[in-house]
Each structure stands twice: as C-alpha cells, then as structure tokens.
C-alpha cells in the first residue's frame, strides 16, 4: 500500500510541476503529436493535386527541424529543391490563429492557396471566419509571425 501511494505521490507532484512550468517558444514548424509536419499530409499535392493527401513514410524529408511526408518521391524531391515554395505560411500553424497573435494546431484539410502560398487553419469552421476577411486575417498574420512562437 505504501508504494501505491508513493507512485500516487509522485505522480501528483510531476503532474503539479508540469501544469505551473513556463510554457517553452513554440516550434518553428507545427507537427502532430507522432512528430509529423503538418500531420503528416504532403505540402507539395496542396499545389499539385488540388487536395490534402496524406503522406506516407516510404517518402520524407527533414526541414527546419520537421519531420515531412509526401505521397509520391516527385512530390518530395520538388520539395527538397524549393521547401520555401511548398512548406505552408507560420510553419504549418493555423493562420486564423497567427493572425490572433496566437498558434494552434491545424486540420490539414482546412487549406487555401493564396497568392501561391498555402495557408492552413484549425477547421473548417475557423477557415469560414478566416475567408470571410483573409487579406486583413493575412497581414495581421505577417505581422505577428515569427513574434508569436515566443
């Protein structure tokens, strides 16, 4: 009995010291909790498929620190060449969110290419609010960002 409450004991304190840390910069690139950038969907099919399309571990690449799947080894190889040109707008962050001074995770098949760029959000309800004023939600965005990893 005295273990069981010591593992309890613990626990309750690891669980006290996590909740009061200060928060870490978030990271320069969104990943998912299996470390895959933007959850693992290719960057590159949003410009050449027209859709989000999963990615698959027969073709990654490493970039600024992420971890990048990609449905075909074309599409990776056209990433490889030109990241800038593929990777997504606020490292994959939901740009609703970034346009709030904020980040949050992303729904990859909440997607807009504008101006050739692609941007991401958290849903497709956040994407409505987003479209609904997107010039104005883009340049709050560009301004907040990279500040708003901090």
Not at 40 to 45: I, S, T
Not at 52 to 67: I, K, R
Not at 105 to 127: F, M
Request: charged letters at 20%; proline letters at 4%.
């Amino acid at each position: 009995m005295l273990a069981k409450s010591s593992i309890l004991t613990a626990l309750a304190l690891a669980l006290t010291l996590f909740a009061v840390a200060p928060a870490g910069a978030a990271a320069a690139i969104y990943s998912n909790w299996l470390d895959r950038a933007i959850g693992g969907y290719d960057p590159v099919a949003y410009f050449t498929d027209g859709k989000a399309v999963e990615g698959t571990g027969d073709f990654t690449a490493t970039w600024m620190g992420a971890n990048w799947r990609f449905a075909t080894a074309a599409n990776r190889d056209l990433f490889v060449a030109a990241p800038e040109k593929y990777a997504p707008k606020y490292g994959g962050y939901c740009a609703y969110a970034v346009a709030q001074n904020s980040t949050a995770k992303i729904d990859p098949t909440a997607w807009a290419i504008v101006d050739g760029k692609l941007y991401l959000n958290y849903s497709h309800d956040v994407q409505k609010t987003w479209s609904a004023d997107r010039d104005a939600y883009i340049a709050a965005a560009d301004k907040n960002w990279p500040d708003v990893l901090k």
